[in-house]
């Protein structure tokens, strides 16, 4: 295959280190007959894709396999685009520089639903059939992977495999799959067939979904006998005999998240209603603190960085988390290697631990109260007070810190102006506390961040039946939330609303949207996530052209029974559950973390076969 000559597009475009692909720690393989060639692509600009863990931790998992060649595809920014399109230059793999059209995968992670667009662009960059019913035996098959594909149907005609859940084992099954067909006569169908009794793996084309005459969907029913009628996600058990890599990628320039990313554990005990990434990535699984001293070790060494993240969706939650961090300041403090602990909760925020790392490199404190009054707080089941929030505060401020970021959504269901206003309250609050510190402990300059972002209804959550606001009473709320939020000390930011909008479109859409996606792309609409390049007015007059409404979707309240597209997926976590869950809203009853007591969502019926 041959090697693309784009060193003269280089010089023409804003950040060309995003296509050089020889960086520290980056994989180069001699390809031969039986190589698998596997293309990651991650449907967004290179800083973006380099930030995310999932595609470090599987990059360095497929090329430890001998007979796999994976490399990185990132969605070429608008001026490479253009340059590309003007030299006939097709996507290519970073690392081989060779065009991904001839590879026998094409993997794209789902981490939102506005790169839906630059998905189909990309396979259009790299001359391949959009639809998998018009790709044959010789053309690659397109995979897809992460948090989004619990519910792909609105991509659902472009993608051949969908892979559910945790990809580790899931992936490496489905290529040796594919190897053992390979040695004989491949036949794309009958390979589809196969990887469809891999627990995991959802094959959108060998299911059939009709719909009821008011547009609800009716039945999804399998094409064949020995297939499931619901695909189960896939799961690891035990995150210590898992991969992860020792040696991550470095980039040549400056990326969102430039820092050693150490995953200390999977799944969130909290159960906030509104979150899904709470519910799909259940049960709950940690890492020992011998295993992450290990890796930890290796990356340092590996990378040169002088920071570590802890991720989770709640660190504060990992139950070894002071005896780890107090090693990671001890071991690495004096090379003058930080530490970040994001996902801090309010009601177990340790102040003693912050001020540990905070001598080695000072930051800004972030609290995500969610709802500005308690009532609210108890309908999405937060399991914060405003006194955790005080106390938390005033104990920073008296340490001398004085940047202080609360995140808020508006718009969740059942909100009301007092609710809304109550985010102002609980502004002025933090800053009173801040005059309450006598002046010789307390930092100077005090800023307070205000943002609000606005809720979108998600699958498998409790408030999947819940409509997203409108956009009228979206913008209503931004106008009261600008006028009452005037401070000196409180910089106040709004997520854009008609983003907000089309995200609970296709986040609760169908297979009929796939329509809309392919007029969209050929309109000219991509990077839809980036405000200086979504344009609104040409997506309405797009789903105008294919006769839909995208309200349906995305403002109408569902009712129990109603099926749902994806129905016949399973997370673990049972329907019955999720409306128990739905009803305790209504009803502003709060429902304890899963270490107080077992709420009985199910999955540990299916996964853990006890105790989660």
């Known amino acids: 295959m041959e090697k693309l000559q784009i060193e003269n597009l280089l010089y023409k475009v804003e950040k060309p280190a995003r296509y050089l692909g020889n960086e520290l720690n980056s994989v180069h393989k001699t390809v031969n007959e039986d190589t698998i060639r596997f293309a990651f692509c991650f449907p967004d600009v290179y800083e973006v894709g380099m930030s995310h863990l999932g595609m470090q931790i599987l990059y360095g998992l497929l090329n430890n396999e001998e007979n796999i060649f994976c490399e990185r595809v990132f969605a070429p920014a608008i001026d490479m685009e253009e340059e590309m399109k ?38 259009k960059m790299a001359d391949v059939p959009i639809y998998s019913k018009d790709r044959g035996n010789n053309d690659p098959l397109v995979i897809v992977g992460g948090p989004c594909v619990y519910n792909s149907e609105p991509i659902a005609d472009f993608v051949d495999i ?15 799959l594919y190897n053992n067909f390979n040695k004989g006569n491949y036949d794309k169908l009958e390979f589809l067939k196969k990887a469809a009794l891999i627990q995991g793996v ?9 719909y009821n005459e008011d547009n609800t969907v009716k039945s999804i029913n399998p094409k064949f006998e020995n297939l499931p009628k619901t695909i189960r996600k896939r799961v690891i058990n035990n995150l210590d005999d898992s991969f992860y890599p020792e040696e991550l990628i470095v980039p040549y320039l400056d990326i969102v998240h430039d820092r050693i990313m150490m995953e200390i554990f999977r799944g969130c005990i909290r159960g906030c209603r509104f979150c899904q990434a709470g519910i799909i990535y259940r049960p709950v699984r940690e890492k020992s603190f011998d295993r992450l001293q290990n890796i930890v070790k290796n990356l340092v060494l590996n990378t040169g960085y002088d920071e570590i993240s802890l991720a989770s969706l709640s660190t ?17 403090g004096s090379k003058k290697i930080g530490i970040s602990l994001p996902s801090l909760r309010l009601d177990n925020f340790s102040l003693q631990l912050i001020e540990e790392i905070q001598k080695v490199r000072k930051t800004g404190l972030t609290f995500a109260p969610e709802a500005g009054t308690q009532r609210l707080r108890d309908v999405i089941n937060k399991g914060i ?22 995140y808020f959504m508006i718009g969740l269901p059942t909100e009301t102006d007092e609710d809304l206003l109550g985010i102002k309250d609980l502004a002025y609050t933090v800053i009173d506390k801040y005059y309450e510190v006598p002046k010789e402990k307390r930092g100077k300059r005090l800023n307070v961040t205000v943002s609000a972002s606005t809720f979108v209804p998600k699958p498998f959550t409790p408030f999947q039946w819940e409509p997203q ?20 000390n409180i910089t106040f930011n709004y997520h854009e609303s008609r983003t907000s909008f089309l995200e609970a479109v296709f986040a609760k859409g169908d297979r009929r949207l796939s329509k809309v ?29 294919a006769g839909i409404d995208p309200a349906f979707y995305a403002n109408r309240r569902r009712e129990y029974d109603e099926i749902f597209p994806w129905d016949h ?23 304890a973390n899963c270490r107080t007591s077992c709420a009985g969502c199910g999955v540990n019926q299916i996964f853990t076969g006890g105790v989660c």
């Open 316 to 332: 504060s939650d990992y139950s070894e988390l002071e005896k780890l961090v107090r090693h990671l300041i001890d071991e690495y």
């Open 517 to 545: 996606i392919e007029i969209a792309v050929e309109e000219g609409c991509k990077f839809d996530g980036w405000i200086e390049h979504f344009d609104y007015d040409k997506w309405m007059n797009v789903f105008e052209k």
């Open 162 to 176: 969908a892979i559910l859940g945790e990809a580790e084992e899931v992936l490496i099954e489905v290529t040796d």
């Open 569 to 591: 997926i399973d997370v673990g976590v049972s329907k019955e559950f999720l409306i128990r869950e739905n009803k305790n809203a209504k009803a502003e009853k709060v429902t």
């Open 385 to 406: 007070t405003e006194e955790d929030l005080v106390n938390a505060s005033e104990n920073a401020f008296s340490s001398g810190w004085s940047n202080v970021k609360l």
């Open 469 to 488: 606001i409108t956009l009228d009473e979206i913008n209503e709320k931004h106008k009261l939330l600008v006028s009452e939020v005037r401070h000196k």
């Open 86 to 123: 003007k030299n006939n230059i097709p996507l290519f793999g970073l690392e081989s520089r060779q065009s991904i059209r001839n590879f026998d995968f094409i993997g794209f992670t789902l981490q939102y639903e506005l790169s839906y667009s630059n998905i189909l662009n990309m396979l």
């Open 202 to 210: 959802y094959v959108p084309a060998l299911y059939v979904v009709e």
